[in-house]
Protein backbone atom coordinates (compact mmCIF):
# COMPACT_ATOMS: atom_id res chain seq x y z
CA UNK A 1 0.00 0.00 0.00
CA UNK A 2 1.46 3.34 -1.10
CA UNK A 3 2.12 5.34 2.46
CA UNK A 4 0.69 8.98 2.58
CA UNK A 5 2.47 11.84 2.46
CA UNK A 6 -0.24 13.49 4.35
CA UNK A 7 1.56 14.21 7.58
CA UNK A 8 -0.27 16.62 9.30
CA UNK A 9 2.01 18.89 12.01
CA UNK A 10 5.37 17.45 10.53
CA UNK A 11 6.24 21.15 10.77
CA UNK A 12 6.47 21.02 14.72
CA UNK A 13 8.34 18.12 15.03
CA UNK A 14 12.21 18.07 15.67
CA UNK A 15 14.37 17.36 12.69
CA UNK A 16 15.17 14.07 14.78
CA UNK A 17 11.38 13.20 14.87
CA UNK A 18 11.01 14.32 11.26
CA UNK A 19 14.09 12.13 10.20
CA UNK A 20 12.20 8.93 12.10
CA UNK A 21 8.91 9.47 9.87
CA UNK A 22 11.07 10.14 6.46
CA UNK A 23 12.89 6.93 7.23
CA UNK A 24 9.92 5.27 7.69
CA UNK A 25 8.66 6.25 4.37
CA UNK A 26 11.40 6.04 1.95
CA UNK A 27 12.80 2.98 3.63
CA UNK A 28 16.35 4.79 4.81
CA UNK A 29 18.72 2.58 6.47
CA UNK A 30 19.97 3.85 10.19
CA UNK A 31 23.64 4.88 8.06
CA UNK A 32 21.47 7.07 5.85
CA UNK A 33 19.82 8.68 8.52
CA UNK A 34 23.09 9.45 9.86
CA UNK A 35 24.29 10.54 7.21
CA UNK A 36 21.41 13.28 6.44
CA UNK A 37 21.77 14.23 10.54
CA UNK A 38 25.81 14.65 10.27
CA UNK A 39 25.57 17.88 8.84
CA UNK A 40 29.35 19.41 8.96
CA UNK A 41 29.64 23.18 9.34
CA UNK A 42 26.33 23.79 9.13
CA UNK A 43 24.75 22.50 12.55
CA UNK A 44 21.14 20.73 12.43
CA UNK A 45 20.29 23.65 15.21
CA UNK A 46 21.08 26.25 13.07
CA UNK A 47 19.69 24.51 9.34
CA UNK A 48 16.46 24.13 11.73
CA UNK A 49 16.37 27.91 11.97
CA UNK A 50 17.20 28.83 8.09
CA UNK A 51 14.02 26.58 6.53
CA UNK A 52 10.97 24.30 7.47
CA UNK A 53 10.54 20.79 7.56
CA UNK A 54 14.57 20.15 8.43
CA UNK A 55 15.77 16.99 8.33
CA UNK A 56 19.28 17.45 7.34
CA UNK A 57 22.00 19.49 5.60
CA UNK A 58 23.37 19.35 1.59
CA UNK A 59 27.09 19.87 1.49
CA UNK A 60 28.20 20.68 -2.31
CA UNK A 61 32.40 21.06 -2.50
CA UNK A 62 33.66 24.06 -2.15
CA UNK A 63 36.21 25.51 -4.31
CA UNK A 64 38.23 28.78 -4.44
CA UNK A 65 39.66 30.33 -7.89
CA UNK A 66 42.66 32.07 -8.02
CA UNK A 67 44.44 34.56 -10.25
CA UNK A 68 41.76 37.35 -9.98
CA UNK A 69 42.96 40.44 -10.75
CA UNK A 70 39.79 43.18 -10.75
CA UNK A 71 40.53 46.99 -10.59
CA UNK A 72 44.27 46.33 -9.65
CA UNK A 73 43.34 44.05 -7.03
CA UNK A 74 43.75 40.83 -6.19
CA UNK A 75 40.75 38.23 -5.31
CA UNK A 76 40.83 34.77 -4.19
CA UNK A 77 37.05 33.20 -5.13
CA UNK A 78 35.42 31.30 -3.38
CA UNK A 79 32.66 28.87 -5.37
CA UNK A 80 30.58 26.30 -4.58
CA UNK A 81 29.24 23.64 -7.30
CA UNK A 82 28.74 20.29 -7.93
CA UNK A 83 30.01 20.33 -11.29
CA UNK A 84 33.68 19.78 -12.59
CA UNK A 85 35.68 21.93 -14.48
CA UNK A 86 34.31 25.25 -13.16
CA UNK A 87 36.83 26.36 -10.79
CA UNK A 88 39.67 25.06 -12.48
CA UNK A 89 38.16 27.15 -15.76
CA UNK A 90 37.60 30.60 -13.95
CA UNK A 91 41.17 30.37 -12.90
CA UNK A 92 42.49 29.24 -16.07
CA UNK A 93 40.55 32.66 -17.70
CA UNK A 94 41.83 34.91 -14.50
CA UNK A 95 45.03 33.93 -15.19
CA UNK A 96 44.81 35.06 -19.41
CA UNK A 97 43.37 38.34 -18.69
CA UNK A 98 45.63 38.85 -15.99
CA UNK A 99 48.19 39.10 -18.66
CA UNK A 100 46.21 41.62 -19.92
CA UNK A 101 45.82 43.87 -16.71
CA UNK A 102 42.99 42.05 -15.49
CA UNK A 103 39.47 42.54 -15.31
CA UNK A 104 37.60 46.44 -15.12
CA UNK A 105 34.13 46.98 -13.64
CA UNK A 106 31.66 49.60 -12.90
CA UNK A 107 28.05 49.19 -11.38
CA UNK A 108 24.83 51.69 -10.79
CA UNK A 109 23.77 52.63 -6.54
CA UNK A 110 21.88 49.15 -5.35
CA UNK A 111 18.42 50.34 -6.03
CA UNK A 112 16.20 47.46 -5.96
CA UNK A 113 12.11 48.21 -7.67
CA UNK A 114 9.02 47.32 -5.25
CA UNK A 115 6.06 47.02 -7.40
CA UNK A 116 2.58 47.65 -6.37
CA UNK A 117 -0.32 45.95 -8.66
CA UNK A 118 -3.40 48.59 -8.34
CA UNK A 119 -6.73 46.72 -10.55
CA UNK A 120 -9.99 47.73 -10.70
CA UNK A 121 -9.31 51.47 -11.56
CA UNK A 122 -12.23 53.92 -13.63
CA UNK A 123 -9.29 55.82 -15.18
CA UNK A 124 -5.61 54.64 -14.83
CA UNK A 125 -4.48 57.80 -16.19
CA UNK A 126 -5.88 60.02 -13.65
CA UNK A 127 -5.04 57.43 -10.96
CA UNK A 128 -1.48 57.83 -11.55
CA UNK A 129 -1.42 61.01 -11.94
CA UNK A 130 -3.07 60.67 -8.35
CA UNK A 131 0.60 58.31 -7.33
CA UNK A 132 2.61 61.24 -8.23
CA UNK A 133 0.93 63.89 -6.41
CA UNK A 134 1.10 61.34 -3.03
CA UNK A 135 5.08 60.69 -3.88
CA UNK A 136 6.06 62.33 -0.81
CA UNK A 137 3.43 60.95 1.40
CA UNK A 138 4.80 57.01 -0.12
CA UNK A 139 7.95 57.98 0.16
CA UNK A 140 7.71 58.73 3.53
CA UNK A 141 5.45 56.08 4.87
CA UNK A 142 8.13 53.51 2.99
CA UNK A 143 11.03 54.81 4.61
CA UNK A 144 9.77 54.56 8.79
CA UNK A 145 9.37 50.97 7.71
CA UNK A 146 13.26 50.39 8.25
CA UNK A 147 14.93 53.21 10.06
CA UNK A 148 18.19 51.54 9.79
CA UNK A 149 18.43 50.86 6.37
CA UNK A 150 17.91 54.86 6.25
CA UNK A 151 20.82 55.47 8.98
CA UNK A 152 22.75 53.40 6.49
CA UNK A 153 21.86 55.93 3.43
CA UNK A 154 19.50 53.77 2.10
CA UNK A 155 15.85 53.82 1.69
CA UNK A 156 13.04 54.40 -0.47
CA UNK A 157 14.11 57.26 -3.00
CA UNK A 158 11.94 57.31 -5.96
CA UNK A 159 8.61 55.91 -7.31
CA UNK A 160 7.28 56.04 -11.13
CA UNK A 161 3.59 54.68 -12.25
CA UNK A 162 2.89 53.22 -15.22
CA UNK A 163 -0.71 51.67 -16.74
CA UNK A 164 -0.06 48.29 -18.71
CA UNK A 165 -2.71 46.22 -20.65
CA UNK A 166 -3.41 42.85 -19.53
CA UNK A 167 -5.83 40.06 -20.03
CA UNK A 168 -7.79 41.04 -17.28
CA UNK A 169 -7.79 44.47 -18.16
CA UNK A 170 -5.73 47.69 -17.54
CA UNK A 171 -3.76 48.08 -14.41
CA UNK A 172 -1.50 50.19 -12.83
CA UNK A 173 1.69 49.40 -11.40
CA UNK A 174 3.44 51.62 -9.05
CA UNK A 175 6.99 50.92 -8.32
CA UNK A 176 9.18 52.48 -5.12
CA UNK A 177 12.70 52.37 -5.89
CA UNK A 178 14.51 51.90 -2.89
CA UNK A 179 18.12 51.89 -2.33
CA UNK A 180 19.07 48.95 -0.56
CA UNK A 181 22.88 49.87 0.55
CA UNK A 182 24.65 46.65 1.43
CA UNK A 183 21.27 43.71 1.43
CA UNK A 184 20.19 42.54 -1.20
CA UNK A 185 16.84 44.13 0.11
CA UNK A 186 13.94 41.41 -1.11
CA UNK A 187 12.21 41.58 2.81
CA UNK A 188 13.56 45.37 3.26
CA UNK A 189 11.20 46.39 -0.10
CA UNK A 190 8.53 44.04 0.02
CA UNK A 191 8.04 45.27 3.66
CA UNK A 192 7.83 48.68 2.15
CA UNK A 193 5.52 48.25 -0.72
CA UNK A 194 3.05 46.15 1.73
CA UNK A 195 3.31 49.36 3.57
CA UNK A 196 2.44 51.86 1.26
CA UNK A 197 -0.63 49.51 -0.49
CA UNK A 198 -3.21 51.08 1.76
CA UNK A 199 -1.95 54.81 0.51
CA UNK A 200 -1.54 53.30 -3.07
CA UNK A 201 -4.90 52.08 -2.90
CA UNK A 202 -6.36 55.58 -1.25
CA UNK A 203 -5.63 57.87 -3.54
CA UNK A 204 -6.11 55.80 -6.52
CA UNK A 205 -9.44 54.32 -5.93
CA UNK A 206 -8.48 50.90 -6.81
CA UNK A 207 -7.92 48.02 -5.06
CA UNK A 208 -4.29 46.34 -4.44
CA UNK A 209 -3.30 42.85 -5.46
CA UNK A 210 0.06 42.21 -5.67
CA UNK A 211 3.27 44.20 -3.39
CA UNK A 212 6.56 42.57 -4.32
CA UNK A 213 9.88 43.14 -5.79
CA UNK A 214 11.29 42.83 -9.16
CA UNK A 215 14.30 40.63 -9.53
CA UNK A 216 14.63 42.48 -12.66
CA UNK A 217 17.19 45.09 -10.87
CA UNK A 218 17.48 47.32 -14.21
CA UNK A 219 18.18 50.10 -11.62
CA UNK A 220 21.03 47.75 -10.21
CA UNK A 221 23.43 46.42 -12.52
CA UNK A 222 27.23 45.18 -12.30
CA UNK A 223 29.39 45.40 -15.41
CA UNK A 224 32.75 44.07 -16.28
CA UNK A 225 35.72 44.64 -18.85
CA UNK A 226 39.05 43.22 -19.88
CA UNK A 227 41.07 42.80 -22.79
CA UNK A 228 43.02 39.33 -23.31
CA UNK A 229 46.51 39.88 -25.74
CA UNK A 230 45.53 37.06 -28.31
CA UNK A 231 48.92 35.08 -27.70
CA UNK A 232 47.65 34.91 -24.10
CA UNK A 233 43.96 33.25 -25.73
CA UNK A 234 45.56 31.11 -27.98
CA UNK A 235 46.51 32.79 -31.11
CA UNK A 236 44.31 34.78 -33.76
CA UNK A 237 42.28 31.84 -34.96
CA UNK A 238 40.59 31.60 -31.33
CA UNK A 239 39.94 34.81 -31.31
CA UNK A 240 38.16 34.76 -34.43
CA UNK A 241 35.96 31.69 -33.05
CA UNK A 242 35.48 33.41 -29.90
CA UNK A 243 34.27 36.71 -31.57
CA UNK A 244 31.82 34.36 -34.33
CA UNK A 245 30.66 32.67 -30.77
CA UNK A 246 29.14 35.74 -29.77
CA UNK A 247 27.50 36.55 -32.82
CA UNK A 248 25.59 32.94 -32.83
CA UNK A 249 24.74 33.70 -29.42
CA UNK A 250 23.60 37.28 -30.32
CA UNK A 251 21.42 36.05 -33.18
CA UNK A 252 20.07 32.50 -31.47
CA UNK A 253 18.43 32.06 -28.39
CA UNK A 254 19.18 28.29 -28.04
CA UNK A 255 23.16 29.34 -28.05
CA UNK A 256 22.27 32.22 -25.88
CA UNK A 257 20.86 30.18 -23.14
CA UNK A 258 24.10 28.02 -22.88
CA UNK A 259 26.34 31.09 -23.53
CA UNK A 260 24.70 32.28 -20.69
CA UNK A 261 24.47 29.08 -18.52
CA UNK A 262 28.85 29.48 -18.88
CA UNK A 263 28.36 32.51 -17.42
CA UNK A 264 26.23 31.57 -14.69
CA UNK A 265 28.24 28.55 -14.13
CA UNK A 266 31.03 30.62 -11.68
CA UNK A 267 28.11 33.77 -11.02
CA UNK A 268 25.93 31.22 -9.45
CA UNK A 269 28.62 29.17 -7.70
CA UNK A 270 29.95 32.25 -5.95
CA UNK A 271 26.73 33.50 -4.85
CA UNK A 272 25.89 30.16 -2.99
CA UNK A 273 29.22 30.33 -1.59
CA UNK A 274 27.76 33.27 -0.15
CA UNK A 275 24.87 31.95 1.00
CA UNK A 276 23.18 35.01 -1.49
CA UNK A 277 19.88 34.32 -2.95
CA UNK A 278 20.73 32.38 -6.78
CA UNK A 279 17.16 32.12 -7.80
CA UNK A 280 16.95 36.19 -7.87
CA UNK A 281 20.33 36.17 -9.71
CA UNK A 282 19.04 33.93 -12.02
CA UNK A 283 15.76 35.20 -12.52
CA UNK A 284 16.95 38.72 -12.97
CA UNK A 285 19.97 37.70 -15.88
CA UNK A 286 17.13 35.61 -17.81
CA UNK A 287 14.72 38.53 -17.99
CA UNK A 288 17.70 41.18 -18.54
CA UNK A 289 19.15 38.93 -21.28
CA UNK A 290 15.40 39.03 -22.62
CA UNK A 291 14.91 42.16 -21.98
CA UNK A 292 15.64 43.74 -25.60
CA UNK A 293 12.22 41.53 -27.31
CA UNK A 294 14.20 38.34 -28.23
CA UNK A 295 16.44 36.09 -25.27
CA UNK A 296 20.37 37.15 -26.34
CA UNK A 297 23.76 37.11 -24.77
CA UNK A 298 24.19 38.76 -21.57
CA UNK A 299 28.13 39.18 -22.81
CA UNK A 300 29.73 40.20 -25.86
CA UNK A 301 33.36 39.73 -27.41
CA UNK A 302 34.96 41.84 -29.81
CA UNK A 303 38.50 41.95 -31.51
CA UNK A 304 40.38 45.15 -30.49
CA UNK A 305 42.44 46.76 -33.79
CA UNK A 306 45.74 45.42 -32.91
CA UNK A 307 43.83 41.74 -33.02
CA UNK A 308 43.44 41.22 -29.37
CA UNK A 309 39.93 40.10 -27.63
CA UNK A 310 37.68 42.29 -25.90
CA UNK A 311 35.29 41.07 -23.77
CA UNK A 312 32.25 42.94 -21.44
CA UNK A 313 29.75 41.64 -19.62
CA UNK A 314 26.55 43.49 -17.90
CA UNK A 315 23.87 41.96 -15.87
CA UNK A 316 21.40 42.63 -12.85
CA UNK A 317 22.83 41.99 -9.36
CA UNK A 318 20.66 42.04 -6.28
CA UNK A 319 23.55 40.50 -3.74
CA UNK A 320 24.09 41.27 0.00
CA UNK A 321 26.66 41.76 2.70
CA UNK A 322 24.29 41.20 5.16
CA UNK A 323 20.66 39.74 5.82
CA UNK A 324 19.14 36.40 4.66
CA UNK A 325 21.64 33.32 5.02
CA UNK A 326 24.90 35.85 4.34
CA UNK A 327 25.41 36.03 8.14
CA UNK A 328 23.63 32.82 9.50
CA UNK A 329 25.31 30.29 7.47
CA UNK A 330 28.96 29.89 8.66
CA UNK A 331 30.58 28.78 5.67
CA UNK A 332 28.95 31.71 3.58
CA UNK A 333 30.97 34.03 6.69
CA UNK A 334 34.14 32.96 5.70
CA UNK A 335 33.08 32.54 2.08
CA UNK A 336 32.58 36.32 2.22
CA UNK A 337 36.15 36.87 4.63
CA UNK A 338 38.26 34.98 1.90
CA UNK A 339 36.56 37.07 -0.79
CA UNK A 340 37.56 40.24 1.23
CA UNK A 341 34.68 42.63 -0.54
CA UNK A 342 33.63 45.61 1.74
CA UNK A 343 30.09 46.81 0.44
CA UNK A 344 27.73 44.99 -1.65
CA UNK A 345 28.98 47.09 -5.13
CA UNK A 346 32.33 46.53 -4.86
CA UNK A 347 30.58 42.36 -4.51
CA UNK A 348 28.30 42.88 -7.31
CA UNK A 349 31.17 43.83 -9.79
CA UNK A 350 33.24 41.40 -8.51
CA UNK A 351 30.76 38.28 -9.61
CA UNK A 352 30.23 40.22 -13.11
CA UNK A 353 34.10 39.32 -13.82
CA UNK A 354 33.90 35.84 -12.19
CA UNK A 355 30.88 35.72 -14.71
CA UNK A 356 32.79 37.31 -17.51
CA UNK A 357 35.98 34.51 -16.57
CA UNK A 358 33.64 31.55 -16.57
CA UNK A 359 32.17 32.83 -20.05
CA UNK A 360 35.65 33.67 -21.86
CA UNK A 361 36.81 29.84 -20.67
CA UNK A 362 34.07 28.19 -21.94
CA UNK A 363 34.00 30.08 -25.86
CA UNK A 364 37.99 29.49 -25.49
CA UNK A 365 37.47 25.89 -24.43
CA UNK A 366 34.66 25.63 -27.47
CA UNK A 367 36.79 27.61 -30.06
CA UNK A 368 39.87 25.63 -29.12
CA UNK A 369 39.75 22.43 -28.85
CA UNK A 370 36.02 21.31 -27.73
CA UNK A 371 34.77 21.43 -24.71
CA UNK A 372 34.72 17.73 -23.41
CA UNK A 373 38.52 17.12 -23.12
CA UNK A 374 38.61 19.78 -20.09
CA UNK A 375 35.40 18.34 -18.71
CA UNK A 376 36.28 14.46 -19.29
CA UNK A 377 39.23 13.77 -16.45
CA UNK A 378 37.09 14.86 -13.45
CA UNK A 379 33.93 13.67 -14.95
CA UNK A 380 35.71 9.75 -15.34
CA UNK A 381 36.52 10.20 -11.91
CA UNK A 382 32.95 10.95 -10.99
CA UNK A 383 31.81 8.04 -12.71
CA UNK A 384 34.33 5.40 -11.52
CA UNK A 385 33.54 6.91 -8.05
CA UNK A 386 29.69 6.27 -8.37
CA UNK A 387 30.79 2.39 -9.74
CA UNK A 388 32.39 2.02 -6.75
CA UNK A 389 36.21 2.83 -6.63
CA UNK A 390 37.63 4.72 -4.43
CA UNK A 391 41.56 6.39 -3.69
CA UNK A 392 43.70 5.80 -5.89
CA UNK A 393 42.04 3.08 -7.99
CA UNK A 394 39.29 5.99 -9.02
CA UNK A 395 42.20 7.72 -10.70
CA UNK A 396 43.40 4.87 -12.40
CA UNK A 397 39.80 3.92 -13.39
CA UNK A 398 39.23 7.54 -14.89
CA UNK A 399 42.30 7.43 -16.53
CA UNK A 400 41.70 4.54 -18.61
CA UNK A 401 38.28 5.52 -19.64
CA UNK A 402 39.70 8.78 -20.55
CA UNK A 403 42.49 7.33 -22.54
CA UNK A 404 40.02 4.53 -23.79
CA UNK A 405 36.87 7.34 -24.40
CA UNK A 406 34.63 4.99 -22.93
CA UNK A 407 33.16 7.06 -19.92
CA UNK A 408 30.78 4.82 -18.58
CA UNK A 409 29.97 2.95 -15.50
CA UNK A 410 29.71 -0.34 -17.19
CA UNK A 411 33.03 0.17 -18.41
CA UNK A 412 34.40 1.59 -14.85
CA UNK A 413 33.04 -1.75 -13.24
CA UNK A 414 34.71 -3.75 -15.48
CA UNK A 415 37.74 -1.78 -14.81
CA UNK A 416 37.33 -1.84 -11.12
CA UNK A 417 37.48 -5.85 -11.53
CA UNK A 418 39.93 -5.68 -13.87
CA UNK A 419 42.67 -3.26 -11.62
CA UNK A 420 41.76 -4.50 -8.36
CA UNK A 421 42.36 -8.57 -9.54
P1 LIG B 1 17.12 41.20 5.66
O1 LIG B 1 15.76 41.75 5.86
O2 LIG B 1 17.52 39.99 6.42
O3 LIG B 1 18.21 42.33 5.92
C1 LIG B 1 18.13 43.62 5.40
C2 LIG B 1 18.01 44.63 6.54
O4 LIG B 1 19.23 44.73 7.26
C3 LIG B 1 17.74 46.01 6.03
O5 LIG B 1 16.37 46.17 5.77
C4 LIG B 1 18.27 46.88 7.17
O6 LIG B 1 17.25 47.11 8.12
C5 LIG B 1 19.33 46.03 7.83
N1 LIG B 1 20.72 46.54 7.61
C6 LIG B 1 21.71 46.58 8.55
N2 LIG B 1 22.86 47.06 8.03
C7 LIG B 1 22.63 47.34 6.73
C8 LIG B 1 23.42 47.84 5.65
N3 LIG B 1 24.72 48.17 5.81
N4 LIG B 1 22.85 47.96 4.44
C9 LIG B 1 21.58 47.62 4.25
N5 LIG B 1 20.75 47.15 5.22
C10 LIG B 1 21.27 47.00 6.46
O7 LIG B 1 17.38 40.82 4.13
P2 LIG B 1 17.01 41.49 2.74
O8 LIG B 1 18.30 41.79 2.07
O9 LIG B 1 16.01 42.59 2.87
O10 LIG B 1 16.29 40.26 2.00
C11 LIG B 1 17.02 39.19 1.48
C12 LIG B 1 16.27 37.90 1.68
O11 LIG B 1 14.97 37.98 1.08
C13 LIG B 1 16.94 36.74 1.02
O12 LIG B 1 17.01 35.67 1.94
C14 LIG B 1 16.01 36.38 -0.13
O13 LIG B 1 16.11 35.01 -0.44
C15 LIG B 1 14.68 36.74 0.41
N6 LIG B 1 13.55 36.99 -0.49
C16 LIG B 1 13.71 37.15 -1.85
C17 LIG B 1 12.62 37.41 -2.65
C18 LIG B 1 12.82 37.65 -4.12
O14 LIG B 1 13.94 37.77 -4.56
N7 LIG B 1 11.78 37.72 -4.94
C19 LIG B 1 11.36 37.52 -2.08
C20 LIG B 1 11.21 37.37 -0.69
C21 LIG B 1 12.32 37.13 0.11
Request: proline share 3%; glycine share 8%; charged share 20%.
Amino acid sequence: MNKSSQISGFYKLNPKERVALVKDFAGLSEEECDLLQNTGSLSLEAANRMIENVVGAFSLPLGVAVNFLINNRDYIIPMAIEEPSVVAAASYAAKMVREGGGFHTSSTPPIMIGQIQVVDIADPDRAKKRVFQAKQEILKKANAQDPVLVSYGGGAKDLDARVINTTTGPMLITELHVDCRDAMGANAVNTMAEAVAPIVERVTGGHVYLRIISNLATKRLAKAWCTVPKENVGGEEVVNGIVNATAFAAADPYRAATHNKGAMNGIIALILATGNDHRAIEAGAHAYAAMRGQYTSLSTWEKTENGDLKGTIELPMAVGLIGGAVRTHPIAKIALKILGVKTANEFAEVIAAVGLAQNLAALRALAHEGIQRGHMSLHARNIAIAAGAQGKLADLVAERMVRERKIRIDRAKELIKELSS
